[in-house]
């Protein structure tokens, strides 16, 4: 179900197959150096760099760190009326244009249910790379303006994720998508 999350979330049109998978690995390490995004749980003393109140619900984001997963806890069900981006932690690389390409490790959670869906922070999780203008809005939203190396967080509207739904992952039309996202290139 994460592979085809991912495929559904990442991607405009289409899932990719296993193939695709291993050559964006191969790509990934050559234009990040990551090999695979970190995977150990978040800490239990960690504090969130973001809270945030929604229409319902709430959220809390801890960022990623070097060897630690990030952790999105949700009040559920969580929903936003409008796209929220948050810089949780800054990077010191080159803005992100609109329509770059980029390699990222990111952990997809739906409001709704509080509950992952997506994401390659996990154990052999290899960082994506694709280009902003083959994404859902919202994903894009969150990436392009900010700076290689930081860690984002986007709570977005159903218009910005998928205002029909994406019953294969879980997501029903109506749900707020939030993601953490970690931006490793940029080209």
């Given amino acids: 179900m994460l592979a085809l999350g991912a495929a559904l979330v990442l991607t405009v049109a289409g899932c990719s197959s296993d193939s695709d998978s291993d ?3 191969a790509d990934t390490t050559a234009a990040s150096g990551v090999e695979s995004c970190p995977a150990e749980p978040t800490k239990a003393d960690a504090s969130p760099q973001w809270t945030l109140k929604g229409a319902t619900g709430e959220l809390e984001v801890v960022a990623a760190t070097e060897n630690e997963a990030p952790k999105i806890t949700v009040e ?5 009326d409008e796209t929220e981006v948050k810089t949780l932690v800054e990077g010191d690389g080159e803005v992100v244009a609109p329509t770059a390409t980029v390699t990222v ?9 509080g509950e992952r869906f997506d994401g390659n922070y996990r154990e052999g999780g290899s960082p994506a790379t694709f280009s902003l203008d083959g994404v859902i809005k919202g994903f894009s939203k969150a990436i392009a303006g900010e700076k290689v ?3 984002v967080a986007v709570a977005m509207t159903p218009q910005d994720g998928y205002p029909q739904g994406q019953p294969a992952a879980g997501i029903e039309p109506g749900d707020t998508l939030i993601f953490e996202i970690g931006i490793l290139s940029a080209a």
């Fill in 23 to 25: 050559s964006t690995a």
């Fill in 76 to 80: 559920a069900p969580f929903k936003v």
């Fill in 105 to 113: 490790c990111y952990l997809g959670v739906n409001g709704r249910t």
């Fill in 149 to 151: 190396g930081s860690q």
